[in-house]
């Protein structure tokens, strides 16, 4: 192979997509999802009542979905309360869930795969 081919070729790999089918796309932002610890707290899909009572400590991500079907921004913003943490003044699942708030997650997940969790949650709608 000359070198010319060799560095189109090399190109080409480079540039080339990586397609997921929608189930692994699933599979591989659950995986990232559980690594990243925001699975101790958060549920795909809303739970069964609690035996004690209490309130769930996150909102389901598919009750996230349907919350935010209709924000344009809700993608960027909730990457933001991901990173930094939600505001305990400012609920937004206040009376839905427990009394703590969502910790920053920064120290776990980089912004991009914030981003790519969020993007994913957003379409988590049924
Ligand atoms: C320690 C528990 C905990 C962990 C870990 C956690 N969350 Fe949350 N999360 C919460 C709580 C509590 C809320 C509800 C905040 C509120 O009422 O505004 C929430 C809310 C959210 C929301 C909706 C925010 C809004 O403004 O409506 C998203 C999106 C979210 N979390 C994604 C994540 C992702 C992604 C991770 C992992 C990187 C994660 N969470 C880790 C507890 C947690």
């Known amino acids: 192979m ?8 090399a190109l080409f790999v480079a540039a ?8 692994e796309y699933g599979r591989a932002m659950l ?3 559980t690594k990243s610890g925001c699975m101790a707290c ?3 899909v809303p739970t069964a009542p609690r035996a004690d009572g209490l309130a769930p400590i996150a909102p389901a991500w ?3 979905a349907i919350k935010y079907r209709d924000d344009p921004v809700a993608s960027e913003r909730l990457t933001r309360t991901v990173m930094t943490g939600s505001n ?8 839905k869930v427990g009394e703590v708030a969502m910790p920053p997650n920064a120290a776990v997940v980089s912004e991009a795969d914030a981003r790519a969790l969020v993007n994913w949650i957003l379409v ?3």
């Open 16 to 23: 080339a997509p990586v397609l997921a089918t929608p189930a």
């Open 31 to 33: 995986e990232l999802a």
């Open 2 to 9: 000359r070198l010319s081919q060799c560095a189109v070729a």
């Open 88 to 95: 305990p003044q400012a609920r937004h699942w206040a009376g």
């Open 62 to 64: 598919r009750d996230v």
């Open 42 to 44: 958060h549920t795909l």
């Open 124 to 126: 988590l709608v049924p």
